[in-house]
């Protein structure tokens, strides 16, 4: 037990949100009300460091139990998030802010830029001599974050993705042709990759996935796609939205250029390249496979925004884990062990999954980000059986699909 530091807490919600974010949030508000000997309040900053600028606190041990639960199972961020790095001067407005609400327990929720956020805070309180202890609680769906085995958030978008291609799957058996499905993935390709969670054999799609850890060569989609439809009469593509070429420039961005299509000046608020969001990155394949190959049904879809908050498609082992990471960053606060850290979270050995939580440095995790190592790849458009049996106990298990036997009948016998 290191030193016990008391005062105020609070907790913030960074980034884009995901099902299970309110767990980790419900999990804070139940482990820090059990320690109101050492915190003595629990706050919440609605819209991150945002509204912590802006003095924007609620009092979240004034709400009831009931509605903790029901929030808990309520996907995005009820705090409201935001994507914000905080300029020097906003910095030492915060610290100010800090000592007047006498905070000294600062959590943030979020991604890799969220660690860094809380990295941020823990320097500069430490400088201003305004002690505090600075915890990151992992959230993502694109499950990038580095140390960590997996991110809570990460199961339940996979689960979604899973079953969105197993219906897809069925549909394209019904009218067959060419169905090409962009998921979420700037830099990482573990979302797009859970499309493959549902698949009985390889006659079950996706047939193709395209992710940013391999360089896209269109020529070689183009042939994949060929072959893929001769063979079944059918096609179904899983691609992820950061997929490039060998210089890393966006697809999109090359396709738009060489075509002269004003999707090349398209941004998103980060100045980047806009991809996922506004369906054309699938609209730029499509075409591609209608211009150079002789199929006439080429269809596309982006999954968009509504793969990260979908609330009918929770997995039971990611909101179980998002509530416990929640917790386990008040424990490693309040015992004084770490004076700062981001919760993460390691397989335990055993027959079955099982999972546990830990500290690491917040500089381990803040900024860069982890692409999916290559024995989950296989070969430029597929995946390995090792990512299946990564992915699928945290997607919760995804139940196959079933087909008729179509037994021929026999001429009826007249009698």
């Known amino acids: 037990m290191g030193n016990l530091l008391r005062g105020a807490a609070v907790i913030g919600q960074s980034g884009g949100p995901t099902a299970v974010i309110n767990q980790s949030l419900a999990g804070y508000v139940e482990e820090a009300t ?13 819209h991150g460091v945002q509204g912590m600028l802006e003095e924007k606190l609620v009092d979240l041990a004034a709400e009831s139990r009931d509605t903790l639960e029901g929030v808990a199972r309520t996907p995005a961020a009820a705090l409201g998030s935001v994507r914000k790095k905080p300029s020097a001067a ?18 943030y929720i979020g991604g890799n830029d969220s660690a860094e956020t809380a990295q941020l805070v823990e ?35 996979a689960r979604f993705v899973a079953h969105a291609f197993q219906g897809d799957d069925r549909d394209n ?38 992710l940013p850890e391999r360089v896209f060569e269109p020529a070689a989609f ?57 369906g054309a990155l699938g609209d730029a394949l499509a075409s591609l496979v209608t211009a150079e190959l002789a199929i006439r049904r080429v269809r596309s879809d982006t999954f968009g925004y509504l793969q990260r908050s979908f609330p009918a498609d929770v997995s039971p082992v990611d909101a179980r884990e998002a509530r416990e990471v929640g917790r386990a960053a008040v424990r490693a606060a309040v ?24 500290v690491t440095p917040l500089d381990t995790v ?14 430029a458009n597929g995946v390995a059986p090792a990512f299946r049996d990564y992915a699928l106990p945290l997607a919760g298990g995804i139940e196959p699909m079933v087909d008729l036997q179509r ?3 026999t001429a009826a016998v007249k009698a």
């Open 335 to 358: 015992s004084g062990e770490h004076a700062s850290g981001s919760i993460a979270i390691r397989r335990v050995a055993g027959p079955a999954y099982g999972a546990e939580t830990f």
């Open 222 to 278: 183009l042939a994949d796609v060929a072959e893929v439809n001769r063979r079944l009469g059918r096609c179904l593509v899983a691609v992820s939205e950061g997929i490039h070429d060998a210089a890393d420039t966006p697809f999109l961005q090359v396709y738009a250029e060489r075509t002269g299509s004003a999707l090349a000046g398209q941004k998103d608020s980060h100045g980047n390249v806009q991809l996922s969001g506004t």
């Open 34 to 46: 059990r320690h109101s000997g050492i915190i003595t309040r629990v706050l919440g900053m609605l």
């Open 123 to 157: 320097s500069l309180t430490r400088e201003s001599g305004h002690e505090m202890r600075c915890f990151h609680v992992p959230k993502t769906i694109d499950n990038d974050l580095r140390v960590t085995d997996h991110c809570p958030g990460y199961g339940s978008a």
């Open 366 to 379: 803040a900024r860069v980000t982890r692409s999916m190592p290559d024995e989950y790849l296989a070969g």
């Open 407 to 409: 037994v021929p009948a």
């Open 173 to 210: 058996r019904s009218l067959p042709g060419v169905k090409i499905n962009v998921v979420m993935g700037r830099h990482a390709g573990w979302l797009a990759a859970a499309g493959t969670l549902g698949r009985r054999s390889e006659e079950d799609g996706p047939h193709l996935v395209y």
């Open 90 to 107: 906003e910095c030492h407005r915060l610290v100010e802010l800090f000592r007047r609400h006498d905070i000294r327990y600062f959590f």
